[in-house]
């Protein structure tokens, strides 16, 4: 009787059990279906919100609680921090046969880097000389007048790679006056990161935008190669040559960069540098551009300015640069390489002055000097690199880009988050 009985109670806990584990694996099949139904909402309001900054007449957006149009009291604030009183403010002055630029910093700003006790450089503000030792503005002029090169040395600053892996060129409407190019600095290994952005603010459908990642090479593991052959063949957004993708070598990335956007997509108007661990929000980017004048459109050269950066003299620093390739007690100043906008004019100055300028290995203070030597002042802009902790899920985000995202599940729940405040 007694065994019996225990045999019913042990049906019946079985029983049980099935039913537990059956309505946990509806549970999570249900809030599986909920999340993807909210991904593809997420991406289908975002995608939304872009195509409405890149085709509606500004005036007539949609009015916030306030009454104002959105997102114009985003350009009201930025107009009002970019042309605030600098009190304080150290201006950079630096002297030249070819002239003088004075450039000031957007706020006032401690020095960057610890000077050397061991290495004696010579003073930024009593003359800077970097080789080639030629006139690239005067030579760029008379290069877009009649065609001809003045320069007659030979290129101090060869790209000699070839590309494994070319997109095809950009395809923009011919009546798009504000097109973009986003130009997306990735390591070979960050396909996960990649990933990341495909999914959340690198998702676009606008025609009038594009978005290639740039890639160097990992020749020591050829099944990582195989990897990216695969993605670049899926995605079509893969610019790769054939250069060892390393830090040090973000400046051929940067010029690969360059050169692949003049040559293959040249009607692009702006073109937007960021690397993968940034979080973009696109929208507040577009509203920027597209409320531009055109006077300000041909000479964009814009982003977090860094006016005051001593080189790094410990052997030990990833930034580290000897005496030997960059004489002077500061850079002079540039604009932080993690997200910045250029236009297209820029771009072909660049493109042009690139052979013409030594190699630095710190790619951002080595467009500095290009664009010094070019007559190019980098303008300053705080939204372009907000700090990640000071992110607000629960107001209006002003900010264009942040830095900090390596892990693609943060920044998809961090993206979700803002999208529901971008509408």
Aim: proline share 6%.
């Amino acid at each position: 009787m007694m065994n019996k009985r225990a045999s019913k109670l042990s049906l019946f806990g079985r029983v049980k059990y099935l039913l537990v584990l059956l309505m946990f694996i509806s549970v999570t099949m249900t809030m599986r279906a909920l999340l993807q139904t909210h991904s593809d909402t997420m991406a289908y309001v975002y995608n939304g919100v872009v195509k409405q900054l890149s085709r509606a007449q500004w005036d007539g957006l949609i009015k916030n609680s306030s009454g104002m149009p959105f997102y114009l009291s985003n350009v009201t604030r930025l107009k009002e921090r970019m042309s605030a009183s600098r009190k304080n403010v150290t201006f950079v002055e630096v002297k030249t046969p070819n002239g003088s630029v004075t450039l000031a910093p957007s706020k006032s700003q401690k020095v960057i880097g610890i000077p050397s006790q061991k290495q004696q450089r010579l003073h930024l503000t009593s003359g800077f000389r970097y080789p080639m030792h030629v006139n690239l503005r005067e030579a760029y002029t008379i290069k877009m007048l009649n065609g001809t090169n003045i320069i007659r040395d030979t290129p101090i600053n060869p790209h000699p790679f070839v590309y494994l892996h070319r997109p095809d060129p950009c395809t923009f409407s011919p009546n798009a006056s504000r097109s973009l190019l986003i130009l997306v600095k990735s390591s070979v290994g960050n396909s996960v990161i990649r990933g990341g952005v495909r999914r959340t603010w690198g998702n676009i459908k606008d025609l009038n935008i594009r978005l290639v990642f740039l890639l160097g090479v990992n020749t020591s593991d050829p099944g990582l190669q195989r990897s990216v052959d695969t993605e670049a063949e899926v995605y079509r957004d893969i610019v790769q040559e054939n250069f060892m993708d390393t830090y040090h070598n973000n400046t051929y990335k940067t010029t690969m960069a360059f050169n692949w956007g003049v040559e293959h997509c040249p009607s692009a108007k702006v073109n937007y540098f960021v690397d993968d661990d940034y979080l973009v929000l696109l929208p507040n980017l577009l509203l920027y551009i597209r409320r531009l004048a055109p006077r300000h459109i041909e000479n964009l050269f814009t982003g977090l300015l860094v006016p005051h950066s001593r080189p790094f003299s410990d052997p030990k620093s990833k930034w580290f640069v000897p005496l030997s390739e960059y004489q002077y007690d500061f850079w002079v100043p540039y604009l932080a390489g993690g997200a910045f906008l250029v236009s297209d004019s820029i771009m072909r100055k660049f493109v042009f002055a690139f052979p013409y300028v030594k190699y630095m290995r710190i790619d951002d203070s080595y467009l500095g000097i290009v664009a010094y030597k070019l007559g190019i002042k980098p303008q300053p802009n705080m939204l372009f690199n907000y700090n990640r902790g000071a992110i607000n899920t629960k107001a209006h985000a002003r900010w264009f880009s942040s830095h900090g995202f390596k892990n693609p599940v943060i920044m998809e729940k961090k993206w979700s988050a803002l999208m529901m405040f971008l509408v």
